[in-house]
C-alpha cells in the first residue's frame, strides 16, 4: 500500500528550473553529464541521479500543473512581477 508524497510548490520550481537550464544547454551538444555537472551540481547540489529524477518528474501530470509560478504565498509577490508595479512620483519629494 503505496501512499503518494505531495510535492510542494518549492519541488515544482525546482523542476522547472532545472529543466530550463537543461533545456538551454542541450541545444547546445552538450552530454546530460555536462549540463548535470557545469549548471546544476554547482547551483542546486544535487547527485547525477536526482538530476535525472527531476528531468523525468517534468513529465508527471501532477507537477505540470504547478510550474506555472504564481505570486501566492510569496511574502513580497509584487517583487516577482515588477512590470505591474505603479509608483508615485511624489513619493521621493521633500515635504515642502
Known amino acids: ?3 503518494k508524497k505531495r510535492k ?3 519541488y515544482a520550481k ?3 528550473d532545472i529543466n530550463q537550464i537543461y533545456d538551454t544547454y542541450v541545444r547546445t551538444g552538450l552530454s546530460n553529464r555536462e549540463i548535470w555537472k557545469r549548471y ?4 542546486y547540489g544535487m547527485s547525477e541521479r536526482t538530476f535525472y529524477n527531476l528531468l523525468k518528474a517534468s513529465s508527471s501530470p501532477e507537477i505540470e500543473d504547478r510550474t506555472e509560478l504564481s505570486a501566492e504565498g510569496f511574502l513580497f509577490p509584487e517583487l516577482l512581477f515588477p512590470e505591474d508595479e ?3 512620483p511624489t513619493y521621493f519629494r521633500k515635504n515642502p
Do not use: C, L, N, Q
Open 1 to 3: 500500500m503505496g501512499t
Open 8 to 10: 510542494g510548490k518549492s
Open 14 to 16: 525546482r523542476v522547472a
Open 40 to 43: 546544476v551540481y554547482p547551483k
Open 86 to 88: 505603479v509608483r508615485d
